[in-house]
């Protein structure tokens, strides 16, 4: 089978945005294609219960198909659209939202007006002296000039690294990460490596002397053999171990481990969302849990009585703190502690959950804990639709489930944000 090639149409989408075909009993996922087009498929892979082709020959076109304007896209894992029409990819997300919520009701996207250069943090792992995203599915490095997701200047210091980095220099590294505040305009880029013996003295004043509004630039240390990216050591190679960024009218501070929406744009919008179906009011106390560097906290903070934070990221809860103090917010508070543990304490005589945890969900203690509060109102905020689904069937028998609001986050890609209101019955 490996190699031959069959004729498909497409039918669905998967969630990992492959096309998927069936011929006979057989059932194919290939890279992009789009549902209705039918193509001359060849097998690349056979699994057990399915095989995984790409496409020889398309014969016929959706009319939602566009030239993708990068170059790269079909082997880099970053974007899995950017051969779709921009608002067809919204309804194609929405399909696969709708197959994932089967029992809950999926309103439609809030779209990104302008969904180009949006990403306010890239990680660029490097490898055989190679520096780029990797291949999907795969541990290759493909290398990029532009990325059309990518901040531009980001785009920019990432193309100046590849020369400026000697290949000894690049054995040394294994990812740079770099931050850039699109409001403040403000840059922090932290280079991951195996030992802190690399020297980058040069690096370093090259860097800040093209672009001034570098702010930090962090060695951080990771010798483990893990797929985490970030360690636990680090060194300012210069400036602050921090960056500001402001949204709304609210200033923060950014850390390297802190974590902040990526598309800063579409974080308004998310947030806005946020408060407008929590129905808020000047007695209301909330618990914000998975709280970060406070941005939600301090966001809902002007519209309640209090606002109590938990994030168990040290690093962030510093910068929580800060936050508060830089803003003269009094009615936000931060605490250093596990969500994902024992919330009992913390869930009394509060009116509000607000719950934007990692991509895993919630833990199984945590829902135990809401359900047997007095909790009444709980809003969720997800990046990953399965676990967010998993979540809300173990809650409903104690909730009542809200509709489905997804915010377009990562265009181009299949992923989604979504948020959903759950009522105490």
Do not use: W
């Amino acid at each position: 089978m490996k190699n031959q090639i069959l004729r498909c149409k497409c039918t669905d989408m998967s969630v990992d945005g492959l096309g998927i075909c069936k011929v006979d009993k057989l059932v194919v996922f290939v890279k992009g294609m789009i549902v209705d087009e039918v193509a001359d498929v060849k097998i690349i892979a056979e699994k057990k219960n399915y095989s995984i082709g790409i496409i020889d020959k398309l014969i016929e076109k959706s009319k939602y198909r566009i030239e993708s304007d990068c170059p790269v896209s079909y082997k880099c894992g970053g974007c899995d659209f950017r051969y779709i029409d921009y608002d067809y990819q919204l309804i194609l997300k929405k399909n696969i939202l709708d197959n994932t919520f089967k029992d809950y009701k999926v309103k439609e996207f809030i779209k990104d007006d302008n969904p180009y250069y949006y990403r306010n943090k890239v990680q660029i792992p490097l490898k055989d002296n190679k520096m780029g995203f990797y291949r999907k599915f795969s541990n290759d490095i493909v290398e990029f000039d532009d990325c059309l997701i990518e901040s531009k200047q980001a785009n920019s210091i990432i193309f100046d690294l590849k020369q400026l980095l000697s290949n000894t220099q690049k054995q040394y590294i294994r990812h740079v990460l770099i931050k850039h505040s699109l409001k403040t305009n403000e840059i922090m880029i932290g280079f991951i490596v195996k030992s802190f013996d690399i020297v980058l003295d040069d690096v370093v004043s090259k860097l800040v002397n093209k672009y001034p509004n570098i702010k930090s630039i962090i060695l951080n240390l990771n010798d483990k053999v893990t797929n985490v990216i970030l360690g636990d050591k680090e060194k300012i190679l210069y400036g602050n171990d921090y960056i500001y960024d402001e949204y709304d009218g609210i200033k923060v501070k950014i850390s390297l481990k802190s974590f902040y929406q990526v598309n800063y744009n579409q974080m308004l919008k998310l947030y806005k969302l946020v408060k407008d179906l929590a129905n808020l009011n000047s007695d209301m106390t909330v618990l914000d849990l998975y709280c970060g560097i406070g941005t939600i906290s301090l966001y809902l903070s002007r519209y309640v009585k209090e606002v109590i934070g938990v994030e168990i990221v040290e690093q962030a809860i510093r910068n929580a703190k800060d936050n508060a103090i830089i803003n003269n917010i009094s009615n936000a508070r931060f605490i250093l502690a596990d969500a994902r543990k024992d919330m009992d304490l913390y869930l009394e005589n509060k009116d509000l959950v607000v719950l934007d945890p990692p991509r895993k969900g919630i833990s199984e203690q945590l829902i135990n804990s809401l359900k047997k509060s007095n909790i009444k109102k709980i809003i969720y905020v997800s990046c990953n639709p399965a676990t967010l689904n998993r979540d809300l069937k173990l809650l409903e028998d104690t909730y009542n489930i809200g509709e489905i609001h997804p915010v377009d986050l990562f265009p181009f890609t299949v992923h989604s944000e979504c948020v959903v209101t759950l009522d105490r019955r």
